[in-house]
């Protein structure tokens, strides 16, 4: 009997399609390794078994036939509470309905087997929550996955699922795509249904995937894509299936580096990272995204304050039923001027305006995904750039910038030499997800970039 642990989506599909595997073997397997592997890596806060093994006897088809995933406990699955990482939310009623990416998978032949840890209400880069406990790196147990997406992040690198999905508002996809050692994929703002999500910070989420190939991100992002009428900001594009082209790679296509502002205060192995897929690419042009740093803190500034808004009422009647952490700071953003608000929605429109002048020079930039390998599970603070910084609302320094503008971003994984893996995010303009996605076709396909298979 073939052992599917470590298979891709791809060739699961392929296998249930000319019926050398059944579903219901697959999503067998998945669930025990489920049940032996979550202990540990603590990936899960809820398994579908039942669901999935009646969904596995339908003898399911289509491009990811009998392929097992999961998604971040803010994506609804109908008969489960959607947590978002919450003990608030535990006293909600079970979703009615399955959101619309999990329905879209599951039409092209996905099988669902649970929701996934993460950071309280989305608001964390580490992968921390003091509810339902840590999601642990498959890579080091001792070290965080990276978050708010940190179960998903957990679940694909640790073999459990071969695809997740999550959501990244200002990093949480690409963060622990990056610590994990897997690929991660925020698409174009709007590409992607939100509908059957808990929000965070609206006119900034994203919902996307993570996986161990770059084919399969495709797979899963052509099954997910198409106007949704329940996400009012859900693009009407009616683009063609991408996966065709994404073996093509990068030729042809013009890349940079980002200098200035994505290499100040970057660690030695982000660098090298970013050095390495440059050199592979033969990328000689750096250049720089004026204003990124004042990007980041507008971002900031939007953040704290739709989410303090959104949640203003739970502060007022549960505020010690929060993690203190992300208690405080939507507590702060609760009270941002709303004159703060609107300057930081200006600066956008600017910023997105003279960031989008470049892509007629270039069609990708390559960055830094994260400042630094994954610290250990409970660091609170880290050097950057010579000074002591908080670590939590620091870690995501490069990938805030880009989220801010929603631009399309792959997160590339690049092994380290006895060290832990670190990523390296492949940004390109927007609705040009296949561009991104080519790059790491490339990556993948020369050994540069690859899922390294922790030990277990």
């Not at 509470?81 to 998978?105: F, H, M, Q, W, Y």
């Not at 930039?365 to 908080?390: H, N, S, W, Y």
Request: hydrophobic residues 45%; charged residues 20%; aromatic residues 6%.
């Amino acid at each position: 009997m073939t052992d599917f642990a470590w298979s891709s989506a791809g060739a699961i599909a392929a296998a249930v399609d000319r019926g050398a595997a059944g579903a219901g073997e697959v999503i067998d397997q998945a669930l025990q390794r489920i049940a032996r592997r979550n202990p540990v890596l603590n990936a899960f806060t809820a398994v579908t078994a039942d669901r999935a093994r009646a969904r596995a006897a339908t003898k399911p088809r289509g491009p990811l036939a009998g392929v097992p995933f999961a998604v971040k406990n803010l994506i609804d699955i109908a008969g489960v509470p959607t947590l978002a990482g919450s003990k608030i939310n535990r006293e909600r009623p079970p979703a009615s309905a399955d959101a619309t990416l999990v329905a879209r998978l599951e039409a092209a032949g996905a099988i669902l087997v649970g929701a996934l840890n993460m950071g309280e209400f989305a608001y964390d880069f580490t992968g921390e929550n003091s509810h339902d406990g840590p999601s642990r790196n498959p890579h080091d147990t001792t070290r965080m996955t990276g978050g708010s997406s940190g179960g998903s992040g957990s679940a694909v690198a640790g073999g459990l699922v071969p695809i997740a999905l999550g959501s990244d508002t200002n990093g949480s996809i690409r963060v622990p795509a990056s610590f994990c050692g897997i690929f991660g994929l925020k698409p174009t703002f709007g590409r992607l249904s939100r509908a059957g999500s808990f929000p965070f910070v609206a006119s900034l989420d994203h919902l996307g995937a993570l996986a161990r190939s770059t084919m399969d991100l495709t797979l899963a992002y052509d099954a997910m894509t198409g106007p949704d009428p329940l996400d009012p900001v859900c693009t009407d594009r009616l683009d063609p299936p991408i996966a065709p082209s994404v073996p093509r790679g990068s030729d042809g296509l013009r890349i940079a580096s980002a200098g200035g502002y994505f290499r100040i205060g970057a660690g030695p192995e982000a660098l090298s990272a970013v050095d390495n897929v440059a050199r592979a690419l033969g990328v000689s042009r750096e250049i720089e995204i004026a204003e990124a740093a004042r990007a980041r803190e507008a971002a900031y500034v939007i953040t704290t304050a739709e989410a303090g808004a959104l949640h203003l009422q739970r502060l007022r009647g549960r505020a010690r039923d929060f993690d203190p952490d992300v208690r405080d700071r939507l507590i702060a953003g609760a009270m941002v001027p709303a004159a703060w608000a609107v300057q930081a929605q200006k600066f956008r429109r600017w910023y997105r305006d003279r960031v989008l002048r470049l892509f007629d020079e270039v069609d990708a930039i390559l960055a830094p995904a994260t400042p630094c390998i994954a610290p250990p599970i409970g660091q609170r603070t880290f050097v950057l750039d010579g000074q002591e910084m908080l670590l939590r609302p620091n870690i995501g320094i490069y990938t805030q910038p880009i989220s801010f503008i929603g631009l399309p971003v792959v997160v590339v994984p690049v092994p380290q030499a006895g060290a832990m893996p670190i990523g390296v995010q492949v940004i390109a303009a927007p609705w040009r997800e296949d561009v991104a996605l080519r790059i790491a076709y490339d990556l993948e396909a020369r050994g540069i970039a690859r899922a390294p298979r922790p030990p277990e």
